[in-house]
């Protein structure tokens, strides 16, 4: 089955900086990739996703970009403001159409 | 668009007494719902996947008899666990998609199981 890693774990950051999750998967058929923010006692939200047949793609401060080479994915934010702070996961889905989670990555933004 | 609800936000049950939940489509047909559990600090692991009208497709590890879903209708599924213990005590959260074969899933606020 699929497997998605997730780093880093914590990644703590000054307001205004850049802020970059890292993921790989290990199922080559696996085509499509969202990242979903979770705040703390709250479901998951999809904040951007992205498909096998496309690179990179933005969304105001956020960029998803994807490398099915190597097997890996990007979450960028850029300009980061203390309202960022959350747990973001990343996954993968491919055959059954089921999401396969990475450990997640807990940002913290320093006003 | 795309809301779906949960109900409970919150319970707190005895030990070997039964609860249900109920995961709602506010403003959409769910072809698909899903049930995962998350533990503190922890990610979100896959339950079992309810397509409406037919048995739940269990993963493996997850206990169908204890874990019983239901999913009666386009827009709600529940998920009853059953003869709860403490280890049971986790956040459960639903999620649906719209189209079957749709790779999005939108997701519920999730419900805080505390088994005493």
């Known amino acids: 089955g699929e497997n998605v890693e997730q780093h880093p774990s914590t990644l703590s950051v000054q307001e205004g900086d850049s802020a970059v999750i890292k993921c790989t998967y290990s199922d080559s058929a696996s085509n499509y990739f969202p990242w979903y923010k979770q705040e703390l006692g709250k479901g998951p939200q999809l904040i951007i996703d992205?498909?096998?047949?496309?690179g990179e793609k933005k969304d105001q401060r956020i960029a998803v970009t994807l490398n099915k080479t190597a097997k890996h994915f990007s979450l960028h934010i850029t300009e980061t403001q203390p309202e960022d702070s959350a747990v973001y996961f990343c996954a993968a889905s491919g055959a059954g159409n089921m999401l396969t989670f990475g450990g997640g990555t807990r940002l913290m933004v320093k006003p | 668009g795309a809301v779906v609800s949960q109900h409970p936000s919150r319970v707190i049950c005895k030990s070997g007494t039964s609860v249900k939940i109920e995961c709602r489509s506010l403003d959409f047909q769910a072809t698909t719902m899903f049930w995962y559990r998350q533990f503190p600090k922890q990610s979100l692991m896959l339950m079992a996947t309810?397509?409406?009208?037919?048995?739940?497709?269990?993963e493996q590890g997850v206990e169908k008899d204890k874990f019983l879903i239901n999913h009666a209708s386009l827009t709600l599924s529940t998920l009853t666990v059953t003869s709860a213990h403490p280890e049971d005590s986790s956040f459960y959260i639903c999620?649906?998609?719209?189209?079957?074969?749709?790779?999005?899933?939108?997701f519920g606020p999730g419900t805080r199981l505390t088994v005493t």
């Open positions: 309810s397509n409406e009208g037919s048995k739940a497709t269990y």
């Open positions: 992205i498909r096998s047949n496309v």
């Open positions: 999620s649906a998609s719209i189209l079957a074969g749709a790779y999005e899933q939108y």
